[in-house]
């Protein structure tokens, strides 16, 4: 037979490593939930920018054609 000491002591120490565990598990899920407000933020931004960008080109008169090569070539 198991000595009951010893079945204790696996279970505290199982109990520990499962609110340890437990512990890991939340710290984690609020770093993805931080990541992703950061890239709901950027993905604004970049929005933000693109439509900047947009009505430049637009009152610029669009994008510049490619220059043509110096003569040396």
């Not at 499962?18 to 512990?23: F, I, L, P």
């Amino acid at each position: 037979m198991t000595d009951p000491d010893a079945v204790n002591a696996r279970i505290e120490a199982l109990e520990v490593r499962v609110a340890y565990q437990d512990k890991v598990i939340e710290d984690l899920n609020q770093a993805v939930i931080d990541q992703w407000k950061k890239i709901d933020a950027l993905r604004r931004q970049l929005a933000e920018v693109q439509d900047r960008v947009e009505v430049v080109e637009d009152s610029a008169g669009g994008p510049r054609p490619p220059e043509p090569p110096p003569p040396h070539y």
